[in-house]
């Protein structure tokens, strides 16, 4: 369920363009089945370049790839010799993942558990990742600080937590954003729900990058980008 790099909607408002916050259905199986489903292709299929910087260094072991989407990213992992647990409430993006890593080989397909969870409230069995990245899932602020604790509890010991998302600043840019600003965070608010006993932030940082708008131009965004492994 992934709401990012190509994403929900246009410029920001107050909340939404309704002046409401956003729906509950907006999160929803139902709702991103039928996204998918709109287009053979919703993302690039490329892994997100933040989460290749800091990933390509990491040496192989189980990841837990958290809103999958079409699985550009755990593909990536396979590809390097990781076994990869990668998890979206949508079906039809998972099946789109499936067949993507089918067409990469069977190796790499091998090495991919697909499953369909509801990320607010699923929870990962406990410290069994070596890896737990999140790319661009832009949840609530009611949900969210819970969302990344429950991720948290899922990384092994001496394993890396990896999280990603859309800028507060690019609320002003002409990409395409979710259109409600309580989606964003930074990565000061990432860090600041970890227990700084169990955890070392190796990056913490709002890094840019060049994108397009919606009409092919040039523009730059700004990624919050947390990486962090636990002690």
Do not use: K
Not at 1 to 20: R, V
Not at 63 to 84: F, M, P, S
């Amino acid at each position: 369920m992934p709401t990012g790099p190509e994403t929900l909607g246009g410029h920001q408002h107050d909340h939404g363009p309704d002046g409401q916050p956003p729906s509950d259905d907006l999160f929803s199986e139902s709702f991103w089945d039928e996204r998918y489903g709109s287009r053979p292709a919703i993302w690039s299929g490329n892994p997100n370049p933040q989460f290749v910087s800091e990933a390509a260094n990491l040496d192989p072991g189980h990841a837990l790839d958290a809103g999958c989407g079409e699985g550009a990213d755990a593909i990536w992992l396979a590809a390097r010799g990781w076994r990869v647990t990668a998890v979206d409430i949508s079906t039809v993006a998972l099946g789109r993942g499936r067949a993507h890593a089918e067409e990469v080989g069977d190796d790499v397909a091998a090495r991919i558990t697909w499953q369909q969870v509801d990320l607010r409230t699923w929870e990962p069995e406990a410290q069994t990742y070596d890896l737990v990245s999140a790319q661009f899932m832009q949840l609530p602020p009611r949900e969210r600080a819970s969302f990344f604790n429950r991720l948290a509890a899922g990384v092994a010991h001496g394993g890396t937590l990896l999280i990603v998302g859309h800028s507060p600043s690019d609320m002003q840019t002409t990409a395409r954003r979710p259109q409600w600003p309580e989606l964003f965070f930074t990565a000061d608010e990432i860090a600041s729900v970890l227990d700084p006993t169990l955890w070392s932030i190796a990056v913490n940082v709002s890094r840019p990058r060049e994108a397009q708008d919606p009409d092919g131009g040039p523009v730059t965004v700004h990624d919050e980008v947390v990486a962090t492994r636990r002690s």
